[in-house]
């Protein structure tokens, strides 16, 4: 679960995620005006950066880089992987 | 996507890793996304490459009062002593608002004399549900200042009460319960002004009060048992930033070992590890608070909290009478504690994700709104939104209990003072030993109210003592020495990446026998661990960018909140509230009605000891056990030789 770009051309160099990130996660290329996913292993999936994107050129997947260890079983099961990823879709 | 990853080839292990799944996982999603085909196709997916931070303008401060920290203790701190004529900084490692715990509470609680709380019930609720180990000195003070506090955040904005999700129509109301998604994005650009993240930074200015972002205190400085202000670095560019000041609050929020469902991994023991090694007692620590997650979604945060996130606060209050004082509390210690302990110890199976909790259905007190009818009563409980219910153990494994966790400052403390001049300390995982003991029975909203009403406490008290105090500068070899203990890390030539170290250590302390049912033996072999990782891994740990300098201090705190907590742990023979032993599976009030305080020696060594708490906070200690206590944990009757319950649900019993 991490925060992964939707699409590039929509992120207008607004910084909000830059700003409301927790965890360092990004970086912002002033030349390029646009932020940049730097550190994505270690987002918590709070989605604040994705809510907050002006743009919309951020999304939430639901691959996930940790789990709370005794549900792995959980998430490798195919009928709940798709529960969770039909819920993001919907946004 | 090739072009992606190999952008990332000097990125070690994980991120190179993570980098290719996000990328993977995104195939998945243009369908749903795609406003036409056109779109699908222009669309770019790839990042451009990590670009050098700039330092920021101002790299050295002065005031008269520096707060670390930009939460709720943290912003109350800063506003109060701003207040006071005073010259307010304010250092934070993320953004005030949006770090730590500060953008996640749902609601938000107070006393309220005039809509006719019974404080007497109040009180006989928090004794008894926080199992005597409650500071009842400290809960007069929310009882007094609480609803001062509710108005103050009020007219800051930060309460604001607008549409919920389910009424303004962005939820999806598809009628079937499991399913709580909508466009979460539209609703918050809809309400974007009542955000109240936004609140703090606007607060701050409008007090005059200066802030630094981004930048991670790593150290206060004391010299001759004074503070001179604290040293840390600006994470994105490594600039090392310094604050001279006459007082101190570090308002540094608790942690968790790795945030997976509930998202306060912005908060990693920063302070506790500072104060710590200040020479501070350190409190509460054998308390873990046991979050649960979604077994069908695990790691998933923003599933967890979307719109708790994005609805406005709930008001609570009122919900606790004379009547149901004891059944209250009792309730809570069954779900809060109990059922989490058993479900976690079962191993529940799977579950298909559609555990949700409705509360529109529930009654007005179980949602935390008022039972007075009053007319002009604003607390109302929790919205009607449903909400995905946790049914694993495992969100945030390390967090301890809600105001219980800290720096130890005394049992007549009511501010937040340490024994160092001119250092307070406040808020959640920073002062230890508040009103809500071994669990948490107030219901919920507590925190954010109570750690705003200490933050205002701690900050006024700073305040009146630099009025009249001299500043000390933090002297040159000072800087000099944690400039070079930041950089440290860079230089290392082999070593572990931090990103191993911690997923390892989330692997070790996550096992349900280490944090929900304990025993010496558990307790012990995981001990041996973390201090086979302290001698071992922590001096090794290597950094290729700033970013990973934060990753590596960061685990170098969580070490060490891990052997308190173990210590601390071990140290309790006895259970109570959120600290469960089985191997001494019942309340021992001749030998813990007692804090637990871990101080660093002078040989570098723990010293542990007991701190009896107040007689008055006791409780009855003649009544008999049964009334005492009126939630019991596996073989706890059976060990006292007293009739055993029936189990009901998860409740009790096995």
């Known amino acids: 679960m991490s925060v992964a770009r939707y699409d590039l051309n929509k992120c207008i160099g607004c910084k909000s995620c830059v700003t409301v990130c927790p965890m360092d996660v990004f970086r912002f290329d002033n030349a390029a005006n646009k932020s940049v996913i730097a550190y994505p292993e270690n987002c918590q999936s709070c989605g604040q950066c994705y809510v907050n994107c002006l743009g919309r050129a951020l999304t939430i997947v639901n691959d996930m880089y940790g789990y709370a260890l005794t549900s792995y079983r959980a998430a490798t099961t195919v009928p709940m992987n798709r529960k969770a990823q039909a819920v993001i879709d919907r946004t | 996507m090739a072009k992606s990853i190999s952008r990332r080839d000097f990125i070690k292990g994980m991120a190179g890793i993570g980098a290719a799944s996000a990328v993977t996982a995104l195939a998945g999603i243009p369908v749903a996304h795609a406003e036409s085909e056109t779109e699908l196709v222009e669309r770019v997916t790839t990042e451009l490459p990590i670009p050098e931070a700039e330092a920021p303008a101002k790299t050295e401060y002065e005031c008269d009062v520096l ?118 994005q539209g609703y918050h650009e809809k309400f974007y002004q009542h955000d109240r993240r936004t609140k703090f930074a606007a607060v701050l200015r409008d007090k005059g009060i200066e802030y630094a972002d981004y930048t991670m205190v790593t150290n206060v400085i004391v010299e001759n048992n004074k503070v001179c202000g604290a040293v840390g670095f600006h994470v994105p560019s490594g600039a090392i930033i310094t604050c001279h000041a006459k007082a101190v609050v570090m308002a540094m929020g608790g942690g968790c070992y790795k945030p997976t469902g509930f998202p306060t991994g912005g908060v990693t023991f920063d302070g506790e590890y500072i104060a710590y090694n ?269 970013h990973d300098v934060r990753m590596c201090l960061e685990m170098q705190h969580k070490i060490l909140n891990a052997e308190l907590s173990l210590r601390a742990s071990l140290a309790r023979e006895e259970t109570r509230g959120l600290h469960f032993r089985t191997d001494f599976p019942y309340r021992d009030d001749e030998n813990f009605l007692c804090y637990i305080t871990l101080t660093k020696n002078a040989e570098g060594g723990m010293d542990i000891e007991k701190v009896p708490v107040k007689d008055e906070w006791k409780g009855d200690l003649t009544e008999d056990y049964k009334s005492r206590y009126t939630y019991y944990f596996p073989k706890e009757l059976e060990t006292l030789g007293l009739p055993a319950e029936e189990a009901t649900g998860g409740w009790g019993g096995k």
């Open chain 2, 67 to 184: 707060v670390i920290g930009g939460g709720f203790a943290g912003l109350n701190a800063a506003a109060a002593a701003a207040d006071q004529g005073q010259s307010v900084v304010m250092i934070d490692k993320g953004h005030p608002g949006y770090s730590g715990l500060s953008p996640w509470p749902s609601s938000h609680r107070w006393a309220d004399k005039e809509m006719g709380d019974d404080y007497d019930a109040l009180r006989k609720c928090i004794q008894h549900g926080s199992e005597y180990l409650g500071n009842m000195d400290l809960y007069e003070v929310w009882l007094e200042e609480s609803k001062a506090t509710y108005e103050r955040l009020r007219d800051w904005g930060i309460l604001d009460q607008y549409e919920t999700a389910k009424e303004s129509g962005f939820y999806n109301d598809s009628g079937d319960p499991a399913d709580c998604s909508g466009d979460y």
């Open chain 2, 278 to 546: 200040l020479g501070l007692p350190i409190a509460g620590k054998e308390f873990d608070d046991f979050h649960m997650t979604l077994s069908w979604a695990p790691g998933n945060a923003f599933l967890n909290n979307n719109w708790t996130y994005l609805d406005p606060l709930w008001l609570c209050g009122g919900d606790i009478t004379a009547d149901t004082a004891i059944s209250y509390a009792t309730t809570k210690g069954k779900v809060m504690v109990l059922d989490r302990v058993t479900k976690s110890m079962t191993g529940l199976a799977v579950t298909d994700g559609t555990g949700v909790e409705d509360m529109s259905q529930q009654d007005v007190t179980r949602r935390g709104g008022s039972a007075s009818e009053n007319p002009g009563e604003v607390r109302t409980g929790k919205c009607n939104d449903t909400m995905y219910k946790g049914d694993i153990y495992g969100a945030a494994v390390g967090f301890g209990a809600h105001l219980t966790n800290g720096v130890f400052c005394g049992l007549d403390d009511l501010e937040g003072k340490t024994s160092i001049e001119g250092l307070w300390v406040s808020g959640d995982g920073m002062q230890a030993c508040g009103p809500t003991g071994a669990a948490y029975p107030t219901g919920v909203g507590f925190t954010s109210n109570y750690v705003s009403t200490m933050g205002n406490r701690a900050g006024k008290a700073a305040a009146e003592y630099a009025a009249g105090a001299e500043l000390t500068k933090i002297p040159a070899e000072r800087i000099e020495e944690e400039t070079e203990k930041i950089q440290a890390p860079l230089s290392v030539e082999k070593g572990f990446d931090p990103t191993w170290a911690r997923d390892q250590l989330h692997s070790i302390m996550s096992p349900y026998w280490v944090y929900i049912a304990k025993s010496k033996a558990t307790l012990e072999a995981t001990l041996t661990q973390i201090e086979y990782m302290r001698d071992r891994v922590i001096p090794k740990l290597q950094a290729a960018s700033y």
